[in-house]
């Protein structure tokens, strides 16, 4: 009787190379090599069906830092303010200039032109201070050059401030 080699996703242990079958990974569990007598735990940042030949990473919005998730649904959504790339096993916050108006998102947002967010971990940005302007992604207002002067909050380039009278 010749044996057939236990397949990607699949092992063999002593009881049950006697009878020449192979089992599949349980889930949480992989297997990306064949003819393996065990299964290895499933990566941090990915989830491992039952019978997986590999880890598939979780999507751009979510992250885990288990090792034995068996579904994509054991990953956890990023939280407003934060992001997760695929494969994360942690979330980000978003740095100053960008947000996260909600949760589950792959990458943060740039402050459009006119606003600001000098903090990190935001999910609104602020409207431009009076006498600056905040071009696209600003972290900061910056202020009109001098001899120029603006009333206005949404100024988004330094020549929407206007001379200031003689």
């Known amino acids: 009787v010749q044996q057939t080699a236990c397949a990607k996703g699949t092992y063999t242990d002593a009881a049950m190379a006697d009878k020449g079958g192979c089992t599949p990974c349980a889930g949480g569990a992989y297997q990306d090599a064949e003819e393996q007598t065990v299964c290895q735990a499933c990566d941090a940042g990915a989830y491992c069906p039952v019978g997986s030949a590999a880890a598939l990473p979780c999507a751009g919005g979510s992250y885990s830092s288990a090792t034995d998730n068996d579904e994509a649904t054991d990953c956890t959504l990023a939280e ?6 695929t494969g994360s096993v942690q979330q980000t916050a978003c740095a100053a200039g960008r947000i996260a108006p909600t949760g589950g998102l792959g990458e943060c947002t740039p402050c459009s032109s006119g606003t600001y967010q000098n903090e990190t971990g935001a999910t609104d940005c602020k409207p431009c201070d009076t006498g600056s302007f905040c071009p696209y992604g600003a972290s900061a207002p910056l202020p009109c050059r001098e001899g120029s002067y603006s009333s206005a909050t949404n100024l988004a ?10």
Do not use: D, H, K
């Open 80 to 85: 407003p303010g934060y992001f997760a790339a």
């Open 157 to 166: 380039s330094v020549t929407q401030c206007a001379p200031c009278p003689p």
